[in-house]
């Protein structure tokens, strides 16, 4: 079958304007479950009970369950509760894009929270002691020592988590946020051309990927650059020295 040019151009072009939306669902879900993580990880590791048990549920639960029927439990079960939908929450937890964002948010939290923990406990116990031995405060200590070292060693398995973040926002078109496969899908509607729009939705992902893979990996780069060992330097060969013996 002939590749039609002219329609992949046409596709590419209108999967291309939808680009942004699929970003911003990227970014905003990554900042907040971000910030989310730091307190499940928190609790995740306090010497108490209580957190740390629920940190422990909540990892379990958003790790446990696939993304989809939590995004639909957002979308549509907050709906069913009368205090929050008489509640002020209500104007922007009816918006698919909020709740989109929420539960995108939500997910990553979780495997965000346990890749910082694992990082966490990766951290040589000597570095930490070495940091108390010369005085450091906990806050110093935790800016200085503990964050930039479990930063480093969560940046991997880390950067994984972002490229799954990526593709999960395609779900956000089930939920009428009109993103890249959201776009791709209302194409596919109209023209019933399914190869070739989900091969340009294809590389659009890829690209995305490819960028904050590359973005993660200069970011580790510098983080680790100190721990690499320097480049050998070539020896340059010479000619055997000849000496004269004297008869």
Known sequence: M???????????????????????LFFASLVLGGLLSLVIVAMRVSPHWLPR?????????????????????????????????????????????????LSLALCTAGYTAE?????????????????????????????????????????P????????????????????????????????HQTYRTTEVFMCAALIYLLLNFAIVRVLGFVERRLSGHLRPPPTPAVASSAPVRTRVAS
Not at 71 to 92: D, E, K, N
Request: net charge positive.
């Open 53 to 101: 048990n629920f940190g422990r549920f909540y990892i379990f639960v958003f790790r446990g369950s696939p993304l989809l029927i939590q995004m639909f439990l957002v979308y549509y079960g907050l709906g069913q509760f009368g205090v929050i939908r008489h509640s002020f929450l209500w104007p922007v937890l009816r918006e698919p894009y909020v709740c989109a964002v």
């Open 157 to 188: 398995a880390y950067s994984t988590e972002a490229v799954l973040l990526v593709k999960s926002t395609a779900l956000a078109s089930l939920v009428t946020v009109w993103e890249v496969t959201g776009v791709a899908q209302e194409i596919i």
């Open 2 to 24: 002939p590749v039609d040019i002219n329609f992949m151009l046409d596709t590419m072009r209108q999967l291309l304007a939808a680009v942004p939306t699929t970003l911003a």
């Open 115 to 155: 890749i910082i923990r694992g990082g966490l406990l990766a951290i040589p116990h000597g570095q930490i002691e070495a940091g108390y031995s010369i005085g450091l405060s906990g806050f110093a200590l935790l800016r200085r020592v503990i964050g930039p070292i479990a930063l480093r060693l969560c940046l």
